[in-house]
């Protein structure tokens, strides 16, 4: 009878133990941005980032699994170049329009994996589909960094890191210029995140 | 060759208006001229390379509609021989593919912007359809409608920042330029029909209502570019040759067309 009790209490545990390895971060939005840059006429690189993105990444070191969800707010585009002087329009202005983003049909992008790979007790490369412009596609992302500790100041618990990958903008659909202006899209994506 | 045939002028001038023209000159005798309206502008949206359906984006839409605009018009004109009441009846047909065109844009608004959006768009396509397609037994007045429309809607796209609309703009008048000058040589023996009318009709309008919605051309500019089919009414020369009626009747297009350019400008300069 005590050992049944027994195996019952360990098997009511162990689903439980297993659930709080998994911790959730949710995105902390004033240091969390996607960054690119695409080659423009072969001479440089232009640099650009979205000023809101939003969402989580939850992992589970024991089991090595984990998962990440990102929304992009495509209207929050932005290349340096916003104020259009004497020009009809500024690049940033020409960005949000049909031939790139298309903000006023498709105001958000989104990023969902289907794998996390670790390397030892960190997450090394995520899996998963970028959906932009109505259309999914596979992007793989690589973790060139992740650190959990302490915040210094407020002792909340928290993860962050770089991350970087790259995806052709043709696959989406977005072929306004190329290949004048670059088809290669690289991403380079600095985040932090606290802990639920 | 590539190259030539990346060239965003190429794909938006010479193309569209040789594949115009080589449609125009072979289809004349059987009254099929106006297919060069759809044919060079169909030509261009494939240079440019955004034939497709998946995902169907608002763009593609627009694509979609003003493909089955020729294969309607060559039905009425062929099958059904247009009454007065074709003109409305279409405008009132692709009035509701507008909407449906953009409903992916209309449906994230509040309702009631959304409601006076959609309702805007598809009372612009009813007029311009409407009013040019009333013009199929006159073509040369439809042929200038057609090539101001296509322009005028091109550089408006162009100044409300969408290049891509643009193109298909300038391309709609470059093929309807083409239509123009066989018309301006042979004179009566072209005829427009629905297939030209409606054609140049509904892709500027979606274009223009595109760069409306997806970009920043004012509605002003639209109001002013359905001025066109209206302006190239005013009296003609008849008794002098095709030619320079077609010019008289180019130069009544230009106004509003210039006019919506214009606007287009102004408020580039200001928002």
């Given at each position: 009878?005590?050992?049944?009790l027994?195996?019952g209490a360990?098997?009511?545990?162990?689903?439980?133990?297993?659930?709080?390895?998994?911790?959730?971060?949710k995105?902390?939005?004033?240091?969390?941005f996607?960054?690119?840059?695409?080659?423009?006429?072969?001479?440089?690189?232009?640099?650009?980032?979205?000023?809101?993105m939003?969402?989580s990444?939850?992992?589970d070191?024991?089991?090595?699994?984990?998962s990440?969800?990102?929304?992009?707010?495509?209207?929050?585009?932005?290349?340096?170049?916003?104020?259009?002087?004497?020009r009809?329009?500024?690049?940033?202005?020409?960005?949000?329009?049909?031939?790139?983003?298309?903000?006023?049909?498709?105001?958000?992008?989104?990023?969902?994996?289907?794998?996390?790979?670790?390397s030892?007790?960190?997450?090394s490369e995520v899996?998963?589909?970028?959906?932009?412009?109505?259309?999914?596609?596979?992007?793989?992302i690589?973790?060139?960094r992740?650190?959990?500790?302490?915040?210094?100041?407020?002792?909340?618990?928290m993860?962050?890191?770089?991350a970087?990958?790259?995806?052709k903008?043709?696959?989406?659909?977005?072929?306004?210029?190329?290949?004048?202006l670059g088809?290669?899209?690289r991403?380079?994506?600095?985040f932090?995140g606290?802990?639920? | 060759?590539?190259?030539l045939?990346?060239?965003?002028v190429?794909?938006?001038?010479a193309?569209?208006?040789?594949?115009?023209?080589?449609?125009?000159?072979?289809?004349?005798?059987?009254?099929l001229?106006?297919?060069?309206?759809?044919?060079?502008?169909l030509?261009a949206?494939w240079?440019i390379?955004?034939?497709?359906?998946?995902?169907?984006t608002?763009t593609?839409k627009?694509v979609?509609?003003?493909?089955a605009?020729?294969l309607l018009?060559v039905?009425?004109?062929?099958?059904f021989?247009?009454?007065?009441?074709?003109?409305?009846v279409?405008?009132v047909?692709?009035?509701?593919?507008a909407i449906?065109?953009?409903?992916?844009?209309?449906?994230?608004?509040?309702?009631a912007?959304?409601?006076?959006?959609?309702?805007?768009?598809?009372?612009?396509?009813?007029?311009?359809?409407?009013?040019?397609v009333?013009?199929?037994?006159?073509?040369?007045r439809?042929?200038?409608?057609?090539?101001?429309?296509?322009?005028?809607?091109g550089?408006?796209?162009v100044?409300?920042?969408s290049?891509?609309?643009?193109?298909?703009g300038l391309?709609?008048?470059?093929?309807?330029g083409a239509f123009?000058?066989?018309?301006?040589?042979?004179?009566?023996?072209?005829?427009a029909?629905?297939?030209?009318t409606l054609?140049?009709?509904v892709a500027a309008t979606?274009?223009?209502a595109?760069?409306?919605?997806l970009?920043?051309?004012?509605?002003?500019?639209?109001?002013?570019?359905?001025?066109?089919?209206?302006?190239?009414?005013?009296?003609?020369?008849e008794?002098?040759p095709?030619?320079i009626q077609?010019i008289v009747?180019s130069?009544y297009a230009?106004?509003?067309?210039a006019?919506?350019c214009?606007?287009a400008?102004?408020s580039s300069?200001?928002?």
């Amino acid at each position: 009878m005590r050992k049944a009790l027994l195996a019952g209490a360990v098997f009511a545990v162990c689903p439980l133990a297993a659930h709080a390895q998994a911790e959730t971060y949710k995105v902390d939005p004033v240091h969390s941005f996607p960054n690119f840059t695409v080659d423009h006429f072969g001479v440089s690189s232009i640099y650009g980032r979205f000023d809101k993105m939003s969402g989580s990444f939850s992992i589970d070191r024991a089991a090595k699994k984990g998962s990440v969800e990102l929304t992009i707010e495509t209207a929050s585009v932005t290349t340096g170049d916003n104020d259009k002087g004497s020009r009809p329009r500024s690049r940033d202005e020409h960005l949000r329009q049909a031939d790139f983003f298309n903000v006023a049909e498709f105001p958000r992008m989104s990023y969902k994996s289907t794998n996390v790979k670790f390397s030892g007790d960190n997450p090394s490369e995520v899996e998963g589909q970028l959906t932009l412009l109505g259309v999914t596609k596979p992007v793989n992302i690589k973790i060139d960094r992740w650190v959990c500790r302490e915040h210094p100041m407020s002792k909340r618990a928290m993860c962050g890191g770089n991350a970087s990958g790259s995806f052709k903008r043709s696959d989406f659909g977005m072929k306004y210029g190329v290949p004048n202006l670059g088809d290669e899209i690289r991403l380079m994506i600095n985040f932090e995140g606290y802990k639920e | 060759m590539q190259e030539l045939l990346t060239n965003p002028v190429i794909q938006s001038s010479a193309a569209p208006f040789l594949v115009g023209l080589v449609v125009a000159c072979i289809l004349f005798p059987i009254r099929l001229a106006g297919l060069a309206a759809g044919a060079g502008f169909l030509a261009a949206v494939w240079m440019i390379g955004a034939f497709g359906l998946a995902p169907l984006t608002a763009t593609r839409k627009l694509v979609v509609l003003a493909a089955a605009a020729p294969l309607l018009g060559v039905l009425a004109d062929l099958a059904f021989k247009p009454t007065r009441v074709t003109a409305p009846v279409l405008g009132v047909l692709f009035g509701a593919g507008a909407i449906w065109v953009f409903w992916s844009v209309l449906s994230q608004k509040p309702a009631a912007e959304g409601a006076l959006l959609g309702a805007g768009i598809a009372a612009l396509v009813l007029w311009t359809v409407a009013f040019t397609v009333s013009l199929q037994d006159r073509a040369v007045r439809a042929g200038a409608a057609g090539l101001f429309l296509g322009l005028g809607t091109g550089a408006g796209a162009v100044l409300g920042a969408s290049a891509l609309l643009g193109q298909y703009g300038l391309a709609l008048g470059a093929a309807c330029g083409a239509f123009l000058l066989l018309a301006m040589i042979l004179g009566k023996r072209v005829v427009a029909g629905a297939t030209f009318t409606l054609t140049a009709a509904v892709a500027a309008t979606l274009i223009a209502a595109g760069a409306l919605v997806l970009a920043k051309l004012p509605w002003i500019s639209l109001a002013a570019l359905a001025l066109v089919p209206l302006a190239v009414r005013l009296p003609l020369p008849e008794k002098l040759p095709a030619w320079i009626q077609a010019i008289v009747a180019s130069l009544y297009a230009l106004v509003p067309a210039a006019g919506a350019c214009a606007l287009a400008w102004q408020s580039s300069r200001t928002a």
